[in-house]
């Protein structure tokens, strides 16, 4: 699969043959737009390796109040804490978007790290930067205000996932993700009512601009400077 994988993403931090061989690894599988790809609570061992589309990981809590997690793409892998782990899975995986991915059954996947140390690099890389993100929204939470922890969700994503407009020499930036309000404020711990209004602020700074179910960033460098985010990408 001829294609360039953002470096943020699992492949995309492999060798050219690395990935070439793990890429024939496993099956191949298509999952339909809203279709669960993992179910939090099952006890299957294998990993996905998303290789076109968009995901969400969700927690359900015995409330029944549902939490996004996170946003995954193509290139990266998804089901890995629970296949390393042997417990149960603790999110729901949603397609956003028709996905594929290859099914890689756990002893597949640890024979292929035996095989290749800079894989287990990538994915001990991969499982740090996922630390990192819980890591911050947690010191987040108690440190910034509700807008500027909207604002440093929105500067994380971009960072990750952002595709910049043409002609934009980077400064503007579709967000990437398809992304409704309650899942924005579920990401920076917010209500909804409390997201709405500081989307609204955003919006109003000349920071972002809003569609439907779609975001632009205005203006990349003043956002992180508002976000307090340095240049790093946090995945």
């Given at each position: 699969?001829?294609?360039?994988?953002p470096?943020s993403?699992?492949?995309?931090?492999?060798r050219?043959?690395?990935?070439e061989?793990?890429?024939a690894?496993?099956t191949?599988i298509?999952?339909?737009?809203?279709?669960?790809l993992?179910?939090q609570?099952?006890?299957?061992?294998?990993?996905?390796l998303?290789?076109?589309?968009v995901?969400?990981?969700?927690?359900?809590?015995?409330?029944?109040?549902?939490m996004?997690?996170a946003?995954?793409?193509a290139?990266?892998l998804?089901?890995?804490m629970?296949a390393?782990?042997?417990?149960?899975?603790?999110?729901?995986?949603?397609?956003?978007?028709?996905?594929?991915?290859r099914?890689?059954?756990?002893?597949?996947?640890e024979?292929?790290?035996?095989?290749?140390?800079?894989?287990?690099?990538?994915i001990?890389?991969?499982l740090c930067?996922?630390?990192r993100?819980?890591?911050?929204r947690?010191?987040?939470?108690?440190?910034?205000d509700?807008?500027?922890?909207?604002?440093?969700v929105?500067?994380?994503?971009?960072?990750?996932?952002?595709?910049?407009?043409?002609?934009?020499?980077?400064?503007?930036?579709?967000?990437g993700?398809t992304?409704?309000?309650?899942?924005l404020?579920?990401?920076?711990?917010?209500?909804?009512?409390?997201?709405?209004?500081?989307?609204?602020l955003?919006?109003a700074?000349?920071?972002?601009?809003?569609?439907y179910?779609?975001?632009?960033?205005?203006?990349?460098?003043?956002?992180?400077?508002?976000?307090?985010?340095?240049?790093?990408?946090p995945?």
């Amino acid at each position: 699969m001829n294609q360039a994988w953002p470096p943020s993403t699992f492949l995309g931090r492999l060798r050219n043959a690395t990935r070439e061989e793990l890429l024939a690894e496993g099956t191949p599988i298509t999952y339909p737009s809203h279709r669960a790809l993992l179910q939090q609570g099952d006890e299957s061992r294998h990993v996905l390796l998303l290789t076109s589309g968009v995901v969400k990981v969700v927690a359900s809590a015995e409330s029944g109040y549902d939490m996004l997690l996170a946003v995954r793409i193509a290139g990266d892998l998804v089901g890995e804490m629970a296949a390393f782990e042997e417990r149960p899975r603790s999110g729901t995986v949603i397609a956003c978007s028709d996905v594929t991915a290859r099914i890689i059954q756990m002893r597949t996947l640890e024979a292929f790290l035996s095989r290749h140390p800079d894989a287990m690099r990538a994915i001990l890389h991969m499982l740090c930067a996922r630390l990192r993100w819980a890591n911050r929204r947690r010191v987040d939470f108690q440190a910034y205000d509700s807008l500027t922890r909207l604002a440093r969700v929105l500067a994380e994503l971009c960072q990750a996932y952002a595709r910049p407009e043409p002609d934009s020499d980077g400064k503007r930036c579709d967000l990437g993700v398809t992304l409704t309000q309650r899942e924005l404020a579920s990401l920076a711990g917010l209500k909804l009512n409390t997201a709405e209004k500081n989307l609204a602020l955003l919006t109003a700074q000349g920071l972002v601009e809003r569609h439907y179910r779609n975001i632009t960033i205005c203006d990349v460098p003043k956002l992180l400077e508002f976000a307090k985010v340095f240049a790093d990408n946090p995945y």
